[in-house]
């Protein structure tokens, strides 16, 4: 099954809406990090987390390793936030210290 | 800071032909892994090496895939024998220690196998 289960699949915001974004771990996560590969491929990355919340402008994560996911909120979205969102974990030594990747949430944000 | 740098950005080659990728981490990062993206599977990790030394290549095919690093400043990606199914993106990333820090990603190479 998906180590790391991503949730929705696909979503249309239209500007200046609010959304979140989720992951559900079957590993056990110690780190948590988020990625938006943009429509040119480049995966940028947004946030690494240990558990615990950060935030960066419109954006805020938040890490909770014991009930096992992680959520990423975009505020106010912008039509530069389009592109597919990736959460990825690493559960050290159980998942051999690898990132294990989501598949993926696709955004696109309209007028 | 350029940033992780790979070349090609694109190659297509023949069926049973070598393909080699390249990439260079970010000057000052330790690790280096590589992964596979595709449509169907997504994205897969292959091996990572940390101070050159190769340290888990547990996402690598056991045939014709090969990953040398052979010094601080790139890495190689070498797939011989070339099959359609090879065809993939392939993400080059560089962090500062491991696999517990921030990853940064390349542009990937776009790999077309006819």
């Known amino acids: 099954g998906d180590k790391v289960k991503q949730s929705p699949s696909a979503l249309s915001l239209q500007e200046g809406t609010n959304s979140a974004l989720r992951c559900n771990f079957s590993i056990a996560a110690t780190t948590v990090q988020w990625f938006l590969q943009n429509p040119r491929g480049s995966l940028m990355n947004l946030f690494y987390?240990?558990?615990g919340t950060k935030e960066n402008g419109r954006l805020k994560s938040a890490f909770d390793s014991k009930e096992s996911y992680s959520t990423l909120h975009i505020r106010d979205a912008q039509l530069e936030d389009s592109g597919t969102y990736f959460c990825?974990?690493?559960?050290?030594?159980?998942?051999?210290?690898?990132?294990?990747f989501g598949q993926g949430t696709i955004l696109k944000v309209y007028l | 800071n350029a940033g992780v740098i790979q070349t090609p950005r694109h190659k297509v080659t023949g069926k049973g032909q070598e393909a080699t990728l390249w990439c260079e981490p970010i000057s000052g990062h330790s690790a280096v892994f590589w992964y596979r993206q595709t449509i169907v599977q997504g994205l897969e990790f292959l091996t990572y090496?940390?101070?050159?030394?190769?340290?888990?290549d547990s996402g690598m095919p056991k045939e014709r895939f090969s990953a040398q690093m052979p010094n601080q400043s790139h890495s190689t990606l070498k797939i011989q024998s070339t099959q359609p199914q090879d065809s993939a993106v392939y993400l080059c990333?560089?962090?500062?220690?491991?696999?517990?820090?921030?990853?940064?990603f390349g542009p990937g190479t776009r790999l077309l196998v006819l």
């Open positions: 090496f940390r101070n050159q030394a190769p340290i888990d």
């Open positions: 990333a560089s962090s500062l220690t491991g696999p517990q820090d921030t990853q940064y």
């Open positions: 990825a974990a690493e559960a050290g030594a159980s998942s051999g210290q690898k990132l294990v």
């Open positions: 987390l240990v558990p």
